[in-house]
């Protein structure tokens, strides 16, 4: 069974319909990665599978109970966590209070010292998030998501604006959270060197619909993923 499963998920605003009859499968431990050009519709793939959003029409079901009707909190509490694509901390905490929130005030400093090793952070946590450089920003932010001890974990582009240096050791971060961790991963990237290097399956969307899913192999060579990233350019308006 299952660990996520989304029969025929719509999201329309108005007359667009961002998100388009998407029927996703994700067995527990994998690393699912989600692509496409500009204006696909991933970032709202991710707010239906997050709960930030509610469907259109469509069904979502977690661990075998259907959670179409929960919102975002709900789902943390049910195991769903995620990050955005724009770093969102709390600049007047240090790094151990934003991760102490994140797991709901509880005191646990062996949690808390924990996660901060895991993301490379361990030396840095009376510091402020200002302080930090921003690919330990993104890594912070991760811990943050980690917290609650998630199932699954959902990544919006988490190596944007990184360097190179930064988007190895991400990778390296991503790989040992799900190896380590036990965590599943849907991480929505335009990086491909690392969806490739990480993903098991590849699900591409294209004006909010399926176009491909299947092993990296069968993505990189498949000409109608080849068509929509070429066709529709990297830098549309709309995502």
């Given at each position: 069974?299952?660990?996520?499963?989304?029969?025929g998920?719509?999201?329309?605003?108005?007359?667009?319909t961002?998100?388009?009859?998407?029927?996703?499968?994700?067995?527990?431990?994998?690393?699912?990665?989600?692509?496409?050009?500009?204006?696909?519709?991933?970032?709202v793939?991710?707010?239906l599978?997050?709960?930030?959003?509610?469907?259109t029409?469509?069904?979502?079901?977690?661990?075998?109970?259907?959670v179409?009707?929960?919102?975002?909190?709900?789902?943390?509490?049910?195991?769903?966590?995620?990050?955005f694509?724009?770093?969102s901390?709390?600049?007047n905490?240090?790094?151990?209070?934003?991760?102490?929130?994140?797991?709901?005030?509880?005191?646990?400093?062996?949690?808390?010292?924990?996660?901060?090793?895991?993301?490379?952070l361990?030396?840095?946590?009376?510091?402020?998030p200002?302080?930090?450089a921003?690919g330990d920003?993104?890594?912070?932010?991760i811990?943050?998501?980690?917290?609650?001890r998630?199932?699954?974990?959902?990544?919006?582009?988490?190596?944007?604006?990184m360097?190179?240096?930064?988007?190895?050791?991400?990778?390296?971060?991503?790989?040992?959270i799900?190896?380590?961790?036990?965590?599943?991963?849907?991480?929505?990237?335009?990086?491909?060197?690392?969806?490739?290097?990480?993903?098991q399956?590849?699900?591409?969307?294209?004006?909010?619909r399926?176009?491909a899913?299947g092993?990296?192999?069968?993505i990189?060579?498949?000409?109608?993923?080849?068509?929509?990233?070429?066709?529709?350019?990297?830098h549309?308006?709309?995502?």
């Amino acid at each position: 069974m299952a660990l996520l499963e989304a029969v025929g998920l719509t999201r329309a605003f108005g007359s667009l319909t961002a998100v388009d009859r998407v029927d996703l499968a994700l067995p527990a431990g994998e690393i699912r990665a989600v692509i496409g050009p500009n204006g696909a519709g991933k970032t709202v793939l991710l707010h239906l599978l997050s709960g930030l959003l509610p469907p259109t029409a469509g069904r979502i079901g977690f661990d075998g109970a259907d959670v179409t009707g929960l919102g975002i909190v709900d789902r943390v509490r049910r195991g769903i966590t995620r990050s955005f694509q724009i770093t969102s901390l709390f600049p007047n905490l240090t790094v151990a209070e934003n991760v102490r929130l994140a797991a709901g005030g509880r005191r646990d400093p062996a949690r808390v010292r924990e996660l901060l090793e895991l993301v490379g952070l361990g030396a840095a946590a009376a510091l402020h998030p200002p302080q930090l450089a921003h690919g330990d920003q993104r890594h912070l932010e991760i811990a943050l998501a980690l917290a609650p001890r998630p199932r699954l974990l959902l990544l919006d582009e988490p190596t944007a604006g990184m360097s190179f240096g930064e988007t190895e050791r991400t990778t390296a971060l991503i790989r040992r959270i799900n190896r380590e961790q036990g965590v599943t991963i849907v991480i929505v990237e335009h990086d491909m060197p690392l969806i490739l290097a990480l993903a098991q399956r590849i699900t591409v969307l294209d004006r909010g619909r399926v176009l491909a899913e299947g092993v990296p192999q069968e993505i990189a060579a498949d000409a109608r993923v080849r068509a929509a990233y070429l066709g529709r350019g990297r830098h549309a308006a709309r995502r």
